[in-house]
């Protein structure tokens, strides 16, 4: 059954890196990354209990903290042009739009 | 079915790489390189390093694709067409890459149990380390102990990188700022 899982899982990923090369906005990329991300810690979770070891859970998890602050960090380049401290006044320019 | 999984990842990461080097538009480059950090960390998983991975999951998916997105705020988007011919370079390329694979081939079989890694050093560390080092984690007692001038060497090597990036990117970034104020009047 783990197996059947692990393939779904691959082929999904592959799908999904169809989907980063060919685009066609910004957002598909940003998405297919977020998704591919998500693919990670399933394929991490179904290889261990593959294998009879599940104690890389914790990495699995691990891989979705950093896949959700990595698109949050993404998103807010959109939003305002710069990762850093956002400044009042694109703040203020972004209310006002 | 692991040598299944382990081959389907590195063939994903060879067409990762190449889509990267295909690609003009920096913003899905960086995207791509992200998924190939993804990628390799879970390679790295599935070859039995977790600690290689947190790293790699942590440093090339997390901070390094912010610090991507963060130069790209700073520079152009799309990357300039180069006129220059691209054939030495590649040369350069395949002929280290051949060397590269040459030096492996005198390396032990993957997961090979009569490595002189695995019969003589790791059970001496395994040994000696309650007593010589006094750490109970023997990864931690080789890394802050047996090579402290490796893992030094390391930090300075991080250090250096880290100053190079501000003096390139910080100073950039606050001259932007006050070429904006000055735009604005303030």
């Known amino acids: 059954m783990f197996v059947v899982a692990a393939i779904a899982v691959i082929v999904a990923m592959l799908l999904v890196l169809v989907r980063l090369y060919a685009g066609p906005t910004l957002y598909d990329r940003v998405l297919a990354v977020n998704v591919f991300g998500t693919h990670t810690v399933l394929l ?11 104690d890389f859970l914790d990495i699995a998890l691990l891989y979705a903290l950093i896949n959700f602050v990595g698109t949050i960090a993404v998103l807010k380049y959109f939003r305002y042009r710069a990762i850093g401290d956002v400044s009042a006044s694109s703040v203020k320019r972004e209310k006002a739009r | 079915m692991e040598a299944f999984i382990t081959y389907t990842l590195f063939a994903m990461l060879v067409a990762t ?6 690609l003009n538009r920096l913003f899905a480059v960086v995207m791509l390189s992200g998924v190939f950090s993804l990628l390799s960390a879970v390679l790295f998983v599935v070859l039995d390093a977790p600690d290689v991975a ?28 180069s006129s220059r011919s691209s054939a ?39 040994e000696k380390t309650p007593h010589q080092i006094d750490v109970p984690n023997i990864v931690t007692a ?11 060497g390391e930090v300075v090597v991080v250090f250096t990188a880290g100053i190079g990036v501000l003096l390139l990117i910080g100073r950039l970034g606050r001259r932007g700022e006050r070429q904006k104020q000055i735009g604005r009047g303030e």
Request: charged fraction near 10%.
């Open chain 1, 44 to 54: 991490i979770g179904v290889v261990g209990f593959l294998t009879g070891r599940p």
């Open chain 2, 17 to 22: 790489a190449l889509a990267a080097v295909q």
């Open chain 2, 54 to 81: 947190f790293t790699e999951a942590a440093v090339g998916a997390g901070i390094s694709t912010v610090l991507m997105l963060g130069t790209l705020a700073l520079t152009s988007r799309t990357e300039k067409s």
């Open chain 2, 88 to 126: 030495i370079p590649l040369l350069v390329v395949i002929v280290t890459g051949i060397v590269l694979v040459y030096g492996t081939l005198d390396m032990p079989n993957f997961g090979s149990a009569n490595t002189p890694a695995n019969t003589h050093i790791a059970a001496q560390f395994i």
């Open chain 2, 142 to 152: 080789i890394l802050a102990s047996y090579r402290g001038y490796d893992t030094l």
